[in-house]
């Protein structure tokens, strides 16, 4: 055997090298733009017309947005004979994103048929990269029929041409009324210096850049590019005054519910199930403005069962079947009629289910009033270019 | 003498202190476990129940990502275990070519950021069209807890003594019957603890399996998903099983041992 | 035969890390030279600017994280080598036991640990709550949200990764080679000084290499327990990743981690007066 040669290191460089290179030329094209043109009208009806009922439907959703038994996922299967299954797959939309792209890229099915994402980024990637099937309306006639007015136009979705509601959400201020003893109504209180050090901001870019903008009277819906740096230097100037003990993504509710924050912007369905529990807890939406986002359904590229999909998403619409929904969910229906149909229950039901019921009905948390609805406003709907823009102003502020 | 055996107690004292302080947080999930809680959300606490003990099953999902959760730790760990010793052997023992670069690689295994990790293996099964699901999350394991195993066995081989295997093999044994009766036993301290921590890493891997999982849900996987809308107490009470059992599990040991010695 | 087994022992790792980790790896890399959008597509540049914009923005955060992990390592290793001694030298024939119970709180998920330490450590929970209200502590006393939870988070979750190898590494020495040595050096910490811990530097070296290494990059600990100046390089390469998908950056970025903690354990190794910084361990 040949003694070793003198500087096994220049070979192990060469050889890393060798693998390098290789890598290189691997991916040396690049990876290939998908960037979609809205497929025409006709492209749309023939490909449904195409479609036949296949008996099966994949349904992949965040957890918790089924009751355990699957009550109304079992009586689809009752009325239609499709068979589902359900996966409680999807928890947060940023990861769902970044494991669905590479598949997607590559013409492969994600092997769902439904998903459910917040509007935001993520799904309008979705939406931009054709990873959507445009939906047929005239199959939806419980969406036409009972949805919401608000939520048939959404203006992230013109149309719903891609989307439907599952369900909503409003982000607001949440307060702990051990620690705060006023009654808090403006937006200004989570910048109020008496509160140093004990308010919460959320990190999302999206969700502080909103409240930043309610704070300097914008409307987000139709901001530019020098109201989102405006409402970066509120933010940062809240952010070097100490006002702020930490900028979370969703673990405000404990922090709040025990003290250790007295302020936090919050989402809505989690004060309610606090407020349910009995903690001291509260929940309003500033009146300067609000939040309402919604987790919607799409079926993406590629879904082996396309028709299923769109019957089982058009048979949530019914009214009763959305309120069994939602008395489990415990956010905003798409589904105004809902409120009756749980008012309805509560007359005949008993104990603590009733005074569950009645609570739900009565809550402006799950039910937001028409004073609610005028102040509220959803993300501001962003192109890839402007987030390239909108996104480091904000980051640097939450993650400096 | 006796400050000598002072210090032992001390010593020992202090290791319980230890694993104490890594159980305390274990302490409020059993008790959790007990909440009678009205909502969702599992954080303070309302008085005691049972009724979690009994429901356990009852959420069918989670049960079915626990039962996952273990079969892949049980895996991963048992191919880990083989190959990796195999590599901490060549490491510790030989010399080879290319043993720079495998210390590389293995360095590289270990400071690979889990998010980058989980994405870069992604694309490699996408591109390669391999489904993900069970057999992914295993393979993906194995990776990541390769480089620890051969880092453990790896130190220990390195403290032993080669002039005992040289004895085996001038009495006559086969390289397998001195690897057998020779090495493995010296070794075996590393291989278990290898093993220990592979398994840990396994069954609590959140990262790397959310990407490469396709729709298999692991317990990490659903727990996180559940921590938004509240963490039902099903969880605090297997969380206290798998606990409740490697205490008994150790308990065992320790009798058996005694009876041993 | 002899001279193929280091070969053959070596092959179903090489294979492994060979397919799931070097191609991935390279690819990446390749990524990190490139421009591009989610939208547009990527295309190769060799844009090593990528390296140099991901080091001017987020130097802070790279600093600080190799500051929380270095801090978070010397913890471990002060706190875990007299578990490892003990377990090693005294705790006889129930060593797996211990071992065992050290790892056993780790079998139970990370995020049932770490709700269940932000419930402990509330500002006014059951612990300081109570230390409040006897008047131990000032009414403002918190540890969450700060530097000292995120470093002492690490510490908590990566600690028996730094007793298991010393653990491993000691267990080798024989007694009576520490008796001799006592008699030698006359006081135990002499006999320590001189020769058990120069006989566990191995150990001592992989238990620093499997805790500053992850500890640095982790992401987790920052997020759930720090407040709005604890952001490490592990959370910044996640949000370059999923939220802004600016892959090239994100990839740029985690091999600038890599080569840093690289650089970091070779002088650590040289410190230690090893030759080889990549064979340190076989010395």
Known sequence: MNPPPPHLPRREAFRIAGFSAAGLALAACGVQGQKAAPPKADAVQDFWAKQTKHGKVVFANWPEYMPEDKAPLEKFKEATGISYEYKEVIQENADFFGKADPVLRAGQPLGYDIVVMTNGIQLQHMIELGYAVPLDHTRLPNFGANAGQKYKERSYDPGSKYTIPYTSGVTGIAYNTKYVDEDITSIESLFDPKYKGRVGMMSDAQEIGNFGMFALGIDPEKSTEADWKKAGEKLKAQRDAGIVRKYYDQSYIDAVAKGDIWLSMAWSGDIFQRQLAGEPVKFVVPEEGGTIWTDNMLIPKGAANPLDALMLMDYLYQPAVAAELDEFIQYVTPVPAVQELLREKAKTAKGEDKKALEDMVDSPLMFPTEADYVKLRTYTTLTNQQQQVFNPIFQSITQA | ?261 | MRRLTPYLLALPSWMWLAIFLVVPMAAMASVSLQTGNAIDGYAMTFSFSNYTDALGRYSPQLLRSLLYGGLATAAMLVIGYPVAYWIAFKAGPRKSVYLFLLLLPFFVSFVLRTISWNFLLSDNGILFGTLKAWGLLPADFHVLATTFAVVGGLTYNFLPFMILPIYVALERVDPRVVEAAQDLYATRMGAFRRVVLPLSLPGVFAGVLMTFVPATADPINAQILGGTSNTMIGNIIQTEYLTNLNYPAASALSFTLMAVLLVGIFVYARALGTDNVLEAAAR
């Open chain 2, 1 to 261: 003498m006796s400050r000598s055996r002072l210090g032992d107690r001390l010593l020992h004292g202090y290791t319980w202190l230890i694993i104490i302080w890594l159980s305390s947080p274990i302490a409020v999930m059993i008790l959790f476990g007990f909440n009678d809680k009205q909502s969702k959300s599992n954080t303070s606490w309302q008085g005691f129940t049972l009724k979690w003990y009994a429901q356990l099953f009852e959420i069918s999902d989670l049960t079915v990502a626990l039962r996952n959760s273990l079969l892949i730790a049980v895996i991963s760990t048992v191919v880990t275990v083989v190959i990796g010793t195999m590599l901490g052997l060549a490491l510790g023992r030989h010399r080879f070519r290319g043993k720079g670069t495998t210390n590389f690689l293995v360095f590289a295994a270990i400071s690979t950021p889990e998010l980058v990790m989980g994405a870069s293996l992604l694309s490699l099964f996408v591109s390669g069209n391999v489904p993900r699901a069970t057999a992914t999350i295993i393979i993906s394991h194995v990776l990541f807890s390769l480089a620890f195993v051969v880092v453990t066995v790896r130190a220990r081989i390195v403290t032993l003594d080669p002039s005992l295997e040289e004895a085996a093999r001038d009495l006559g044994a086969t390289a397998w019957g001195t690897f057998r009766q020779v090495t493995l036993p010296s070794i075996m301290p590393g291989v278990m603890a290898g093993a220990m921590l592979s398994f840990a890493l396994s069954i609590d891997d959140y990262v790397v399996t959310s990407f490469v999982n396709g729709s298999t849900v692991t317990f990490p996987l659903w727990i996180v998903g559940a921590v938004k809308t509240g963490i039902p107490a099903q969880v605090n009470v297997m969380g206290t099983l798998i606990f409740g059992i490697g205490v008994v599990i150790a308990v065992v040991n320790a009798v058996a041992v005694r009876r041993r010695t």
